[in-house]
């Protein structure tokens, strides 16, 4: 069955067409609503107490979704790392956490960090980067890094981007070590790229094919539900707005394809889902069930 949005997500698998997908969840994550998300307004959450955690918090898990086909395998991002002290801007909390489980919810799953192929970037923001590299070195040594061009180009270029990670921790050493894709690339058997920025400068979705199923890894183009029915609702670190609006209605689109299922990285325990409209012709999310294969790794105190 499916979980609750305000609820840290559980490690939850789906198999489709023989593809097992995995929610390898690294920790606990919760953005205060107002600063994380300064133009929903205060009704909304008022109206919809579901999405807020017993502290009026967004919950939001970090992790990575493992693919699984044939006997091999590929890791969508790479969760936040070891992070537990809470993001601040002028002194006041914009988020918490508490992660760094990815290395035993692998363990656990019957992988070693050598096990993953392929480890695919929807974007180079510390939640979905912290266990690219242990101590300067490549934590999923056998893995080929794959990040769009569109994505690494600032970085290459020096540029300080928004929620990027520590260059000399994730920068530098992945400039040696990446591979760069392209829009419509075909970065793994039966996945595709799809670049779609806005949250950052090539946030790059991915669709993974599975019998008549199609998975839909989309990152951050979404941060909560309600973004997919009032898609002009930003989230905090969005680089582009004009290009936020294209990416969603690019990615809506292939939601609403038959067969489509998303993946919702930050989406509480509500990771999987597809997209309907409601009678008014309004777009939501439906939770899709998945069975919990572990309880959730980490979760938030007061």
């Known amino acids: ?34 600063a994380f998300f300064p133009a929903v307004p205060a009704a909304y959450w008022t109206e919809h107490p579901e999405a807020l955690d017993a502290n009026g918090r967004v919950t939001a898990s970090a992790g990575g979704l493992l693919v699984e086909r044939d006997g091999r395998t590929l890791l969508v991002d790479a969760g ?8 601040e801007i002028a002194g006041e909390p914009v988020a918490f956490s508490d992660s760094g489980a990815l290395p035993d919810t692998l363990a656990a799953l019957g992988h070693r960090p050598e096990d993953i192929e392929a480890v695919a970037f929807t974007h180079l923001h510390v939640d979905h980067t912290g266990w690219a590299f242990a101590g300067g070195r490549k934590f999923f ?23 990027a990670p520590d260059r ?23 996945v595709r790229a799809l670049v779609t920025p806005g949250h950052s400068p090539g946030h790059t979705t991915y669709v993974i094919e599975a019998g008549e199923h199609r998975v839909i890894a989309f990152g951050d183009v979404f941060h909560i539900p309600a973004q997919i029915a009032h898609p002009d609702w930003p989230s905090l670190p ?14 809506v689109e292939e939601l609403e394809r ?34 919990a294969v572990l309880p959730a ?6």
């Open 1 to 34: 069955m499916a979980g609750a949005l305000n609820e840290q997500s559980a490690v939850r698998a789906l198999v489709l067409a023989g593809v097992r997908f995995t929610y390898v969840v690294d920790g606990a994550m919760a953005m205060v609503p107002g």
């Open 141 to 163: 040594p056998a893995a080929t890094y794959l990040v769009a061009a569109q994505e690494w180009a600032p970085h290459g270029r020096g540029e300080l981007i928004p929620g």
């Open 238 to 251: 969005d680089v582009d707005a004009a290009g936020v609006l294209a990416a969603r209605r690019r990615v």
């Open 168 to 190: 000399a921790e994730v920068i530098e050493p992945l400039a040696g070590t990446h591979q760069e894709i392209g829009d419509g690339d075909e970065v793994f058997p039966g």
């Open 297 to 302: 790794p980490r979760v938030l105190g007061d």
């Open 80 to 87: 936040l790392g070891v992070v537990t002290d809470p993001v």
């Open 258 to 291: 038959p067969g489509a299922i998303g993946f919702g990285i930050h989406f509480g325990d509500q990771a999987f889902g597809r997209v309907r409209r409601d009678a008014a012709g309004l777009l939501r999310w439906e939770p899709v069930e998945a069975e």
